[in-house]
């Protein structure tokens, strides 16, 4: 069975640092890329980042360009994104998915998400 789960969401004040987790199991990890999607109450699916299988290819949104990072630790099999500079619109929650595209129909497995709150 496929898992996916999130960690390290929180509070985190205006240009501040914070390191989200996504282990997962259930799966050859090795074997696939995988992403970051958020979504705001009320708003859409936004993809985040993502990240090949071997993390040699590495995508960002355009508003998160120089402020995330995305890695990815096979031997853990754990997916990691470290946001810096948050802003308060970055608060949505965060979900870790398996895959990186196209459409959102390619991402089949979700885990259940870690919010996270900007706050001053």
């Known amino acids: 069975e496929v898992q996916l789960v999130e960690s390290g969401g929180g509070l985190v004040q205006p240009g501040g640092s914070l390191r989200l987790s996504c282990a997962a199991s259930?799966?050859?990890?090795?074997?696939?890329?995988m992403s970051w999607v958020r979504q705001a109450p009320g708003k859409g699916l936004e993809l985040v980042s993502a990240?090949?299988?071997?993390?040699?290819?590495?995508y960002y949104a355009e508003s998160m360009k120089g402020r995330f990072t995305i890695s990815k630790d096979n031997a853990k099999n754990t997916v990691y994104l470290q946001m810096s500079s948050r802003k308060s619109e970055d608060t949505p929650e965060y979900y870790c998915?398996?895959?990186w595209g196209p459409g959102w129909g390619s991402y089949y497995y979700w885990g259940p998400g870690a919010p996270v709150t900007v706050f001053s």
């Open positions: 998915s398996r895959g």
């Open positions: 259930g799966f050859t990890f090795d074997d696939y890329a």
């Open positions: 990240i090949s299988w071997n993390g040699g290819s590495t």
